[in-house]
């Protein structure tokens, strides 16, 4: 392999690791945190990877887009929280992720029924 693979592979990767050490991309490390702890926690049985992965993606953009609601939510709970508030609330929005989609599905959906019926009935 050229030496040009290597350099562009390295500058890439040093260009992640600082995206990932960046605002952005501490909220979407401790969202994927949050959404691995809650696939671990609440799996029963066998657990699958492709499970794992899939709570760890989706509390990862539960986390970057919905941080700041739970951030004030808790800070109204709990009162001020201080220096680890904003990692805490997206951490904390990331185990609470999945679980927040599908209720809101669930709610459209059954919106959805009201207004139009089932459309399988003709």
Same mark, same amino acid.
């Given at each position: 392999?050229?030496?040009?693979?290597?350099?562009?592979?390295?500058?890439?990767?040093?260009?992640?690791?600082?995206?990932?050490?960046?605002?952005?991309?501490?909220?979407? *490390?401790?969202?994927?945190?949050?959404?691995? *702890?809650?696939?671990?926690?609440?799996?029963?049985?066998?657990?699958?990877?492709?499970?794992?992965? +899939?709570?760890?993606?989706?509390?990862?953009?539960?986390?970057?887009?919905?941080?700041? *609601?739970?951030?004030?939510?808790?800070?109204?709970?709990?009162?001020?929280?201080?220096?680890?508030?904003?990692?805490?609330? +997206?951490?904390? +929005?990331? @185990?609470?992720? @999945?679980?927040?989609?599908?209720?809101?599905?669930?709610?459209?959906?059954?919106?959805?029924?009201?207004?139009?019926?089932?459309?399988?009935?003709?």
């Amino acid at each position: 392999m050229s030496d040009n693979f290597w350099g562009s592979l390295i500058l890439y990767a040093t260009a992640g690791l600082v995206w990932l050490g960046g605002e952005a991309g501490r909220a979407y *490390v401790a969202g994927a945190t949050g959404g691995l *702890v809650r696939w671990w926690l609440i799996g029963r049985g066998r657990r699958r990877v492709v499970d794992g992965i +899939t709570a760890a993606i989706g509390g990862a953009v539960f986390a970057a887009y919905f941080a700041p *609601v739970t951030l004030a939510l808790l800070e109204k709970m709990l009162g001020q929280l201080g220096d680890g508030a904003q990692d805490a609330a +997206t951490f904390t +929005t990331g @185990m609470l992720g @999945m679980s927040t989609a599908k209720i809101a599905i669930a709610a459209f959906e059954s919106r959805v029924q009201r207004w139009g019926g089932d459309d399988d009935n003709g």
